[in-house]
């Protein structure tokens, strides 16, 4: 994780970033201009919280969201590995930069700028400390796992149970349970979608070393002809993992609205996969390709919009107190 990569992109101050042009290479990504702040990723993580909540993507105070945080960004020049993840009961709609705790890889927490009580590791035993700043375990176990195999590639992970990916997970792949190239936005996850078929309970186990969670992490490093962006985890939900939060948070939503269009039209072949209408490799490659070529740009615009106009309606997601 040492080689993470810095994922803000704040769009007041303008000289925080540099918007992407049409010279931006395939795999490249828009670069920042000058140093963001750990505050910078707060907020950036904090918007990505609400928009998820606003595309209907989070349950309840579960599933996660976290960045990969530089060691020169740390609080007091620590230099362990760390990452930023919500505050255990925060409700994604009301997410604030205040809200986001640094974890390492130890599960302690370096810097929380809420109630400055920390509870360790674990859900709390009693409700005279349910008020301190915590973290949901299976969020650390599976989210530091993944951080620490797949480094830069994996320096933005994000997990949900949104809902029309997670119906393709309950059914099995031979009746539909996986992406089929049924659209042009399925087209983007052309063979960079990793299948966990080994769902193993819920990774909530606080020793050292979660094997659920590095189970789940290890799906990622699947072979591929294009490297994994996402992982499918059968009866449970979605991982997708990407080298900043615009990428990543683009990735989020086409792949649901893929896996929405797939449902519909499993819905109205009444399940006869015969019925539905799959384009030729070739056909679904070649625009693949032509997705790839803006999938930076056409990430960051479309998150710095959104972002944009969170921060217009609430200013207090920048709030630290």
Known sequence: MSQTATTTMEAQPTSL??????????????????????????????????????????????????????????????????FLIIKYGTLWSEATAKDMLLVNTKGKILCDWGTGCVQPVGYASSPASWACASYDPTAFNIHKAVHLRLGSAGAVVLH????????????????????????????????????????????????????????????????????????????????????????????????ERSALFQVEALKAAGGDMSKLAIMADEVAIDTYKQWERFRAEGGWKHFIAHKRRLLRKDPAIHNLL
Not at 62 to 67: A, V, Y
């Open 160 to 255: 949900t149970h949104m809902p029309s990916v997670t119906t393709l997970n309950a059914l099995k792949p031979e009746a539909g349970g996986r992406i089929l190239q049924v659209h042009q936005n399925s087209c983007r996850f052309y063979n960079n979608v990793a299948y966990d078929e080994n769902f193993g309970g819920l990774a909530d186990d606080t020793s050292e070393g979660c094997a659920e969670g590095d189970r789940i992490a290890s799906v990622l490093e699947g072979p591929s002809q294009h490297r994994i962006r996402a992982a499918f985890l059968r009866n449970h939900g979605i991982l997708i993992v990407a080298e900043n939060l615009w990428e990543a948070m683009d990735d989020l939503y086409y792949l």
């Open 17 to 82: 970033i540099a918007a992407p042009t049409a010279a931006v290479p395939k795999a490249a990504k828009p670069l920042a201009e000058g140093r963001a702040t750990l505050k910078d990723l707060a907020v950036d993580l904090a918007c990505a919280y609400r928009l998820a909540d606003e595309w209907g993507m989070n349950e309840g105070i579960c599933n996660h969201f976290t960045i990969a945080v530089p060691q020169e960004l740390h609080p007091h020049g620590l230099a362990d590995d760390a």
